[in-house]
């Protein structure tokens, strides 16, 4: 290993990993990253095939494709990507682009409902009425619907030849309402432990027995703390503070059911924002994350671990990432901002260069808000005019 790059600095974080039966490159972890820049349908467009390209050639050793909804009408952004049959061949050319570049990247594709957080051209989603409006309470039926679609998905990621899948059961989205303590409808997605994760538990093992000779990877994306009463990360449908007995229980229930890896995550974007994206005033937030990772670490028994909320460690991330690996708090180092602010970021780090690190402005979150392509606009000319058009300055 040449002794003038960091790969020898940063030994745990350049090393092989293990994720199911496959390997990766290195530790890092590129999460997943809405751009709203699909086409109208939800088809994987010119412009998001360039950011996965450029994505590859980063040599992340784990690649988390955005949210891909399983509907056009459970998209949480306007041009947000559908996984169909019709949508096919638009990312069976992602992989083949990101491969061209990176063919020893594990490519996973995240597969989500929005839910209550679907955006203007989508239907608003939800398992129980918590009084905020205008939200359509999904019946038994279309709860059966829905997690039918989550399989087909994970079918088509599979034809399209991802590596696998995650499961969005994070951030407010529909998959984290189920979970929750204060979902406490009636019928068999609601009220008891057993029957709130009977969707996530269920569709794992079924996933896991079907490709069992194949080596797909299934996994999820999980918020161990939402930040709201009833959330997950509670003690019941009336609590706020955190306690995080049942969620535990949820990663021990994924493990069993054969999860390859859990990605840990927190909070609700757009309500408790903070606690799943630190920023330059919350930056002490990451310790949290890196308790949840802990936290989760014995429970996830042999599912690889992913943590989350690096990026608000700029200059330090690395060397906070090789000392949870060395300590095995976490398998896989996630970061998300740092994606879109630096796409090469791993082998930036790797070779000595001068990565461009994230100033955590919120920039493209704002632009995502506005339902307009986000990206970095602090170091991306495209999105550095498009800001200026956007926000008039
Ligand atoms: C613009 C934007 C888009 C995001 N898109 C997704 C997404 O599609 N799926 C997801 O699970 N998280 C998404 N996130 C959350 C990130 O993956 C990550 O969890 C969060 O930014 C915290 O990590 P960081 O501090 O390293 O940025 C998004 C965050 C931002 C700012
Ligand atoms: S726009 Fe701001 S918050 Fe978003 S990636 Fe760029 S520097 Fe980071």
Request: net charge negative; charged share 25%.
């Given at each position: 290993m040449p002794a003038d790059t960091h790969e020898s600095l940063y030994?745990?974080?350049?090393?092989?990993?293990?994720?199911?039966t496959k390997k990766t490159v290195?530790?890092?972890?590129?999460?997943?990253?809405?751009?709203?820049?699909?086409?109208?349908?939800?088809?994987?467009?010119?412009r998001a095939l360039d950011r996965?390209?450029?994505?590859?050639?980063?040599?992340?050793?784990?690649?988390?494709?955005?949210?891909?909804?399983?509907?056009?009408?459970?998209?949480?952004?306007?041009?947000?990507?559908?996984?169909?049959?019709?949508?096919?061949?638009?990312?069976?050319?992602?992989?083949?682009?990101f491969r061209a570049y990176h063919?020893?990247?594990?490519?996973?594709?995240?597969?989500?409902?929005?839910?209550?957080?679907?955006?203007?051209?989508?239907?608003?989603?939800?398992?129980y009425e918590d009084g905020s409006g205008d939200v359509h309470i999904l019946s038994d039926a279309e709860v059966e619907?829905?997690?039918?679609?989550?399989?087909?998905?994970?079918?088509?990621?599979?034809?399209?030849?991802?590596?696998?899948?995650?499961?969005?059961?994070?951030?407010?989205?529909?998959?984290?309402?189920?979970?929750?303590?204060?979902n406490l409808r009636d019928g068999k997605w609601g009220g008891s432990f057993e029957n709130r994760t009977l969707f996530l538990f269920s569709s794992i093992r079924e996933l896991k027995k079907k490709y069992a000779?194949?080596?797909?990877?299934v996994g999820s994306r999980v918020s161990m703390f939402e930040g709201i009463r009833g959330g997950c990360g509670t003690a019941d449908g009336g609590s706020l503070i955190e306690d995080l007995t049942e969620m535990k229980q949820i990663i021990s229930g994924m493990a069993q059911a054969g999860a390859d890896y859990i990605n840990v995550s927190a909070g609700i974007p757009g309500v408790t924002s903070e606690i799943t994206r630190p920023t330059n005033q919350s930056r002490w937030f990451f310790l949290h994350h890196?308790?949840?990772?802990?936290?989760?670490?014995?429970?996830?028994?042999?599912?690889?671990?992913?943590?989350?909320?690096?990026?608000?460690?700029?200059?330090?991330?690395?060397?906070?990432?090789?000392?949870n690996l060395t300590k095995?708090?976490?398998?896989?180092?996630?970061?998300?901002?740092?994606?879109?602010a630096d796409p090469l970021y791993p082998e930036k780090v790797r070779t000595g260069r001068q990565p461009d690190y994230c100033i955590s402005c919120s920039g493209c979150t704002r632009l995502m808000i506005r339902q307009v392509n986000d990206g970095c606009m602090v170091y991306d000319p495209y999105y550095k005019q498009l800001a200026k058009e956007t926000f008039g300055r």
């Open positions: 030994e745990q974080l350049f090393s092989p990993g293990t994720i199911g290195n530790r890092f972890t590129a999460q997943p990253m809405e751009a709203n820049d699909g086409e109208l349908d939800g088809s994987v467009s010119q996965y390209a450029k994505l590859a050639q980063g040599r992340w050793g784990i690649t988390v494709v955005e949210a891909v909804s399983i509907t056009e009408d459970s998209r949480a952004r306007v041009n947000g990507l559908v996984i169909s049959r019709k949508n096919l061949d638009s990312f069976r050319r992602l992989v083949d682009t063919p020893e990247g594990i490519l996973l594709f995240q597969i989500t409902h929005a839910g209550r957080k679907a955006g203007p051209t989508s239907r608003k989603a939800g398992m619907e829905v997690r039918q679609g989550f399989l087909d998905a994970a079918d088509l990621a599979w034809e399209a030849g991802a590596d696998g899948i995650d499961f969005k059961i994070c951030h407010g989205y529909l998959g984290s309402e189920m979970l929750r303590p204060a000779r194949s080596g797909f990877i890196f308790r949840y990772c802990r936290e989760a670490r014995e429970a996830a028994g042999n599912a690889a671990l992913i943590g989350s909320a690096y990026t608000i460690l700029k200059e330090q991330a690395c060397s906070l990432a090789e000392e095995g708090l976490a398998d896989f180092i996630g970061f998300g901002r740092q994606v879109f």
